[in-house]
């Protein structure tokens, strides 16, 4: 099993920490996404993700693009472990926690549309960042108050879930571009505990061997 990803990536981020989670062994392999103009743009690469995009999980025959997708073939490979509650309405609630980050959040500030902003907006730096932190603001507001109704040490209870998995990443990301996290006292809460657990720092950005 081999993951393609990038020591930055959140979306990849989140792999590792399931990988992590559920004992899984797997290559992990460097896909530079500003190197040499991007090797997400390789020939070689786009023959497994035509999106140019990372992760991208290879298995066999099997070849996967989309954490969360990534993420839910993992954890059928290792059901011991579960990242979701049992009852159905709840694993829905927790879906729902997880999507509001993959598919509202962190898409609107990922790498290409940083770029796009820049290189064919042309918008300055400062435009670029006020971007980055609105959207991060918009989407955290509203999980601090989700987090007011069901977090405990994770964003779940005291179980960790697929919601952390992809809170921690966003919250990563939101630290590095200086987003001010002084209004989301149950996000850091939870973000500073999963950053206890070892899963989470092994999976963690610097501790990754392309790290720069």
Partial sequence: MKL????????????????????IDCELLSVHL???????HFDEYKQKNPHELVPCLVDGEVCLNQSLAIID???????????????IAQQCQ??????????????????????????ELKVTEEQKMQWVHDWMHTGFKAIEIKLQTHAGKY???????????????????????????????LIMSVYQQCNTH?????????NQADAQ
């Fill in 34 to 40: 500003l190197k040499n103009g991007g090797e997400q």
């Fill in 73 to 87: 073939y993992l954890v059928a490979k290792a059901p011991s472990v579960a990242l979701l509650p049992n009852d």
């Fill in 94 to 119: 927790v879906k729902a926690f997880a999507y509001d980050i993959a598919c509202e959040i962190h898409p609107l500030n990922n790498l290409r549309v940083q770029q796009y902003l820049a290189n």
């Fill in 155 to 185: 964003c779940f209870g005291d179980e960790i879930t697929l919601a952390d998995l992809c809170l921690i990443p966003q919250v990563y990301n939101a630290l590095r571009f200086k987003v001010d996290m002084a209004n989301y006292p």
């Fill in 4 to 23: 393609y990803g990038y020591w930055r990536s959140s979306a990849a981020y989140r792999v590792r920490i399931a990988l992590n989670l559920l004992s």
């Fill in 198 to 206: 070892p899963a989470f720092i092994k999976a963690q950005p610097e």
